[in-house]
């Protein structure tokens, strides 16, 4: 089984910028497609990106899509959601999450392990 820990969660002004990081232990990293959720308060947990295992698939919610940027780093067992042009509305609590069954997945049940979450403030 994986294990997802995430970081650089804070507190930034609308139009800033934030880079979240994804470690992961106790497996294949390679192997698993890495998804970033978000929970708002008092909303349903929704999707933002996916990478597919290589890397050479990834894909976005309308909502994000221009503004983040998901990666990752096979050789460091590390993914990333480098986020721009940050609005309120982003404000939530970003998950980190892995399947080993999909290529890639954009439906939150599709995932099998999650980390802890980050939070992401974006206010003036």
């Known amino acids: 089984q994986v294990q997802l820990v995430e970081s650089g969660g804070g507190l930034v002004q609308p139009g800033g910028s934030l880079r979240l990081s994804c470690a992961a232990s106790g497996g294949t990293f390679s192997t698993y497609a890495i998804g970033w959720l978000r929970q708002a308060p008092g909303k349903e947990r929704e999707f933002v990106a996916t990478i597919s295992w290589s890397g050479d698939v990834t894909r976005y919610a309308d909502s994000v899509k221009g503004r983040f940027t998901i990666s990752r780093d096979n050789a460091k067992n590390t993914a990333y959601l480098q986020m721009n042009s940050l609005e309120p509305e982003d404000t939530a609590v970003y998950y980190c999450?892995?399947?080993?069954?999909?290529?890639?997945?954009?439906?939150?049940?599709?995932?099998?392990?999650w980390g802890q979450g980050t939070q992401v403030t974006v206010s003036s």
């Open positions: 999450a892995a399947t080993g069954l999909l290529y890639y997945a954009t439906i939150a049940d599709q995932y099998d392990y």
